[in-house]
């Protein structure tokens, strides 16, 4: 086995080595989630974060791709990027795994980050849930909903209107 192989990330359990997030994000459904499309702009007013790997066929519109393993490295230089944006939401398959501890990593540090400006704790948890957020269900709940579009659309521009995913 080669030492890249060995690493923890590339590991079944590699999340271990980074440990189980301490602040639990908020949470938002897929109707909701569809009703911001409709009245937000995505990339201000609300980020998705797809933290898929090897499983992202596709992604939803106007989404990023950071996946889990790479986020508690950057977290530092991430959370001072995000920290404008009002609301994240955070996803992977069903999130039910990657999805709920990578926001959690994220919740944490912002926790920390508003804690450290004075923020009480329980000032801080509230700012917290209702920036950090889950997808309830996943892409999985998205897709169901909204659907797929076709390979052949691959690399198009969102055209703003379509909430189906978009093939990678």
Request: hydrophobic share 35%; proline share 7%.
């Amino acid at each position: 086995m080669s030492q890249a192989e060995e690493h923890p990330i590339n590991q079944s359990e590699w999340w271990k080595v980074y440990g189980e997030p301490a602040v639990k994000p908020g949470a938002v459904s897929v109707d909701e989630l569809t009703a911001w499309y409709e009245t937000k702009t995505p990339g201000r007013d609300f980020v998705v974060v797809d933290v898929r790997r090897s499983d992202c066929e596709y992604i939803m519109p106007g989404a990023i791709n950071l996946p889990a393993h790479s986020l508690p490295a950057t977290l530092p230089t991430l959370v001072q990027m995000l920290a404008t944006v009002p609301k994240l939401v955070f996803h992977c398959n069903s999130s039910k795994g990657r999805g709920t501890r990578a926001s959690g990593w994220v919740a944490d540090s912002f926790f920390k980050m508003h804690t450290a400006a004075g923020a009480s704790q329980e000032q801080a948890q509230t700012r917290v849930e209702q920036q950090v957020l889950i997808l309830t269900g996943g892409i999985n709940a998205w897709t169901e909903k909204h659907g797929k579009r076709a390979l052949d659309t691959r690399g198009q521009p969102w055209d703003g209107k379509s909430l189906s995913t978009i093939p990678l």
